[in-house]
Each structure stands twice: as structure tokens, then as C-alpha cells.
């Protein structure tokens, strides 16, 4: 991936990330997605999201075949060693990983982080998040939760939803609280 220090989107978050400490209040944008009551869209952008969690696998076992007992034997030989060979595979296909979600248009409020999957607009609370883990010179920021599966949003976006969003946790809970959630790689 290409550095993202020179683009226009990293650009935009340095200066928003200026403007705050300057001590201005992050942009108010229009909503075309009703919000809740005292909730304010703070920006809107788009990026790849990534979960980490273990999935549900099924193994189909297969049944030795065989009409003598020389071709049983040997028929149940071989499945028995692809039957095992299956269940590698699909424990190592479970075992908790970074799992695509794809493409995702998102919108950042005082409140939540909107976001667009599977035909439907999903919330993560602000009020969840237990540690942020930003990398904006890579254009990725990690969510990381008390009871939930971790996020990974990865885009030209992510830095500007960076600045926003730890500009809404510094205001509900203070710079230090945020800047213990922050761990910056």
C-alpha cells in the first residue's frame, strides 16, 4: 500500500487534527440516515473493514467404500487419512482470524460509528470501544472491544475517522482517558 502522507484524504485529517487542537469543534455535516436524538454526523467516508473471529466450520466425513475385504481395508485407509486431513483443514479454516467484511460506507456521529453492511446500516458504539489502535501513516485504525471481536478499518478515510473519533471520546471522557485507550504504531 501506498504511503498516504502526500494524499488529500491524510492531508484533510492533519488539518482537522490541527484545527481541534486549535480548539474548534469537529465539522457538523447534514445526514441523509435519521440519527438519534442529539446525535451529529461529524463525517462520512468509506473503508475496507476486517473482524477478527474464529467461524463455524462443517466436515462432511466420508464412508469407506469397498466390496471385498482387501478393497474395504484399503478403502477405509484412505478415508481415514482424508477425513483427517479434512479436519486440519477446516480447524485451520475455524481458528480466529482477519475476516473481510469488504467495502463499507460509514458515517461517524458524537455517538457511533455508522457503518453499511449487508444491506444495513449497523452501529458500534463509541461508548464499547476499550482500546484504539491507530496507524494513519498506513490509513488503518483497530477497534478493540470488552466482549466483542475486534474491527479493522483499513482506507484513505480511516485517519480523518481517526481524528473524529478520538475527538469525541476525549470530549465524553477526557484527553487522558483517550489517550490510554491509544496506542499508536
Do not use: C, K
Not at 478499518?153 to 477526557?174: F, Q, R, S
Amino acid at each position: 500500500m501506498a504511503p498516504l502522507r502526500s494524499s488529500s484524504r491524510f492531508l484533510s485529517a492533519e488539518q482537522l487534527a490541527d484545527d481541534v487542537a486549535a480548539g474548534h469543534p469537529l465539522p457538523v455535516l447534514s445526514s441523509g440516515v435519521l440519527l438519534g436524538p442529539g446525535e451529529v454526523l461529524h463525517a462520512e467516508g468509506a473503508a475496507d473493514g476486517w473482524r477478527f473471529h474464529a467461524v463455524d466450520v462443517v466436515v462432511e466425513r466420508r464412508r469407506p467404500i469397498g466390496a471385498g475385504l482387501i478393497t474395504l481395508g484399503m478403502s477405509a485407509a484412505l478415508t481415514s487419512v482424508g477425513n483427517r486431513r479434512a479436519m486440519l483443514d477446516a480447524e485451520q479454516l475455524a481458528v480466529p482470524q482477519w475476516r473481510p467484511l469488504g467495502f463499507m460506507p460509514m458515517l461517524a456521529t458524537n455517538q457511533r460509528l455508522l457503518v453499511f453492511h449487508d444491506g444495513v446500516w449497523q452501529s458500534v458504539w463509541y461508548s464499547a470501544i476499550r482500546q484504539l489502535l491507530p496507524r494513519p501513516a498506513d490509513g488503518q485504525l483497530e477497534l478493540i472491544f470488552e466482549t466483542d471481536p475486534p474491527y479493522l478499518l483499513v482506507g484513505e478515510w480511516v485517519p480523518y475517522l481517526t481524528v473524529a473519533i478520538t475527538t469525541v471520546l476525549a470530549h465524553g471522557h477526557g484527553v487522558e482517558a483517550v489517550a490510554a485507550m491509544l496506542h499508536v504504531a
